[in-house]
């Protein structure tokens, strides 16, 4: 396998997770860092070893020697940034949300085609131990037909109008940040709903602080989603079926749980630790598919990440979430 040289684009709280996952990985190297400040961009290379350090986007896409770039900038930023590095040649896994709507998440995707490039958005949930538990249990059967979904993240951010959570410019919106767990949530394991309805609380900067959302599906099928930044439940789903239900969840300290609970027989709970919280398997697919020549993976393939923006584009009318600088 080749080794594979990583730049880092826009080194804040969630750029630092990733690395220490990359870290995990021996064909992987953080050879690179852009950072609108030069400095951040020095510290996080001493941090990580990085061979250079950048104090722009515009030189870290344009290293020749870079193969792969991560971008964790904030959301209303993803586009530009993902266009800049394919511009350059580069191959692309990009934080979620993949961008603001699915206009943009289009072009992106055009771009990478028209350049045969990769492109992937940086789904945690389709890598880890306890989706895959859950997956397999609901597959082979033994719960039954799936009513219901209940699907909720919630954590009290404090509010600060320029935090990129609560500041419009830069996409803040509970749904986008932490509401798109529920969403993915119910798509993977519900498929794409036939209505859908959702109503919003909002910040005083006008950003979108809480958001319940119900999905329905032509069979009967529904889902409830709850996000919000002013309450704290946990983060999880349970889903309710025919012969029992299946609880999925994680905590603060990233552990994963996996409670079964079919009807006449006991509980049993499967709990998960991984590495790094288990970032790490995001960066080994990409270099799988690079490995393989191929644009996307079949993990998270591209067509799941446009049925979960145009969900999100649906809810976010229904709910009357809006940016104005961006829609
Ligand atoms: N997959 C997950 O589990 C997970 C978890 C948390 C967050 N995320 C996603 O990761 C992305 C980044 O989140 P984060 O929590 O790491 O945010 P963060 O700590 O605020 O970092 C974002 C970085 O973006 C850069 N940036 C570029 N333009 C900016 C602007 N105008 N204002 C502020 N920052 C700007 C900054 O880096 P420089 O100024 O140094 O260039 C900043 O450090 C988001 O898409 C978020 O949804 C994913």
Redesign the pocket.
Known sequence: MKKFKWGI??????????SRGIQLLENAEIYSV????IQ??KI?AEEFGCKKYYGS?EELAADPDVDVIY????????RE?TLLCLSNGKNVI????FAMNCSEVSQMISDAKKRKLFLME???PPFQPFYKKASEIIESGVLGKIYHLHGYFTFIAPYDPL??KF?L???GSSL???G?YPVIDALTFMGVPDDVKASAAFSPTGSEESVSVIFRYKDGRMATLYSSFKTSIGIGCEIICEKGNITVSRGRDMNQRVLLELHGSEKQEFVFSPPA?G?HW?AEEVMKCLDDNRTQSQVVPISFSVNLIKTLDRIREEAGIIFPDID
């Open positions: 684009l826009a080194p804040g709280k969630m750029a630092v997770k990733f852009g950072s609108r400040d951040r961009a996080f986007y971008i964790a900038s904030p959301h209303s930023y993803h940034h990009c934080e979620k949300a940086a789904l945690w935090d990129r500041n410019s830069l996409g986008l940040d932490i798109i919280m970032y995001e």
